[in-house]
């Protein structure tokens, strides 16, 4: 049931990064590149997400903290968007 809760989320996070889910969604994800962090070069061959911090359980598990922490802890052969 997890794995197919995480499978769920990772579409939509995709969905999200390519316009194809609803804008409060997309809003929700935000690029590395657009918060104004730091990458590093090994990180260039794909997208990453801006996690955001949060103090309790339940907001851990809201879209815009979960959606980016498991999308960026996939592996990166998953991660390349060019394929």
Same mark, same amino acid.
């Given at each position: 049931?997890?794995?197919?809760?995480?499978?769920?989320?990772?579409?939509?996070v995709y969905?999200?990064?390519? #316009?194809? *889910?609803?804008?409060?969604? /997309?809003?929700?994800?935000?690029?590395?590149?657009?918060?104004?962090?730091?990458?590093?070069? #090994? /990180?260039?061959?794909?997208?990453?997400? *801006?996690?955001?911090?949060?103090? #309790?359980?339940?907001?851990?598990?809201?879209f815009v *903290?979960?959606?980016?922490?498991?999308?960026? #802890?996939?592996?990166?052969?998953?991660?390349?968007?060019?394929?």
């Amino acid at each position: 049931m997890r794995q197919q809760v995480e499978f769920n989320l990772a579409v939509l996070v995709y969905k999200a990064f390519t #316009s194809l *889910a609803p804008p409060y969604l /997309s809003d929700d994800c935000q690029l590395v590149a657009t918060t104004g962090r730091r990458q590093v070069r #090994s /990180s260039n061959n794909y997208v990453k997400f *801006a996690v955001i911090s949060t103090s #309790s359980c339940i907001g851990d598990r809201t879209f815009v *903290a979960a959606a980016p922490r498991l999308w960026n #802890s996939l592996p990166t052969h998953v991660l390349r968007l060019d394929n």
